[in-house]
């Protein structure tokens, strides 16, 4: 099983490794919102709390968009030809899945040096623990998505309705761009349902250097779930395609 994981990995990962600058451009869209929002947040620490959420909010739109590129090889055949090989089928989704932290760590890594130059600091040793915790919940992520492709494989449309519009409402939700502490009731009780809110509220205080805060369990406890969640869900879609 850890072989055929490995495998899987190393082939989904060479593409990216050949061509780094996918990766790159798909950090426009994160430093626009960085270069916008910002400067609207008042106080001179805005900075420590806003590039946490762009982190996450970077991660979250590469790992939901993962599953175009499984719904991509089964226009061509590729997953078909996949399946007739000996690698076992929870591996196809694990290894795919577990790709996704490499670009998430160059992703985070290039948003911190571009605010550097700001007067923008991080707690080295919090922000990798915060890395780990956001990789749970995007290997999760990136399962679900797979689970998605999957599911409307028949029906290209489908997974782009789905995953457009579900993104942006999860993103609202999880206070990435703006605060909802201050929000009416409902909004704030739908935010309490959000996951993705205490993974972002664990960045924020791991990227600050409070590893202890309570925070952090809630959100390393929210990574593992999703985590948990979306690789036996996306596992049983795996086996029943085969």
């Not at 626009?32 to 106080?43: D, K, N, Q, R, T």
């Not at 579900?166 to 909004?187: E, N, Q």
């Not at 809630?218 to 029943?240: Q, S």
Request: aromatic share 8%; glycine share 8%.
């Amino acid at each position: 099983m850890l072989t055929d994981t490995l495998t899987v990995f190393s082939r989904e990962l060479r593409p990216s490794l050949r061509n780094p600058f996918t990766i790159i451009i798909s950090m426009v869209q994160p430093l626009v919102f960085l270069a916008l929002f910002a400067p609207l947040l008042p106080g001179s620490d805005s900075l420590r709390w806003f590039v946490p959420g762009i982190v996450v909010m970077s991660c979250l739109f590469a790992a939901s968009m993962t599953g175009s590129n499984l719904l991509f090889e089964i226009q061509t055949g590729s997953h078909e030809r996949m399946l007739v090989t000996p690698l076992r089928r929870p591996a196809l989704l694990i290894g795919r899945a577990l790709k996704e932290i490499v670009p998430m760590v160059a992703q985070a890594a290039l948003i911190v040096i571009v605010c550097l130059p700001f007067g923008y600091r991080l707690s080295v040793g919090g922000a990798l623990l915060g890395l780990i915790i956001l990789a749970g919940f995007c290997v999760g992520l990136g399962a679900l998505s797979y689970t998605l492709a999957l599911a409307s494989k028949q029906q290209e449309w489908l997974f782009w309705t789905v995953q457009q519009t579900l993104l942006f409402p999860i993103l609202l939700l999880a206070g990435v761009l703006l605060p909802i502490d201050g929000g009416p009731g409902w909004l704030r009780a739908l935010a309490a349902w959000n996951p993705l809110r205490y993974v972002v509220d664990a960045e924020r205080a791991l990227f600050t250097g409070d590893l202890w805060a309570s925070t952090t369990i809630t959100g390393l406890l929210a990574a593992a779930i999703v985590g948990t969640l979306g690789l036996v869900i996306g596992v049983r879609a795996m086996r029943r395609s085969a």
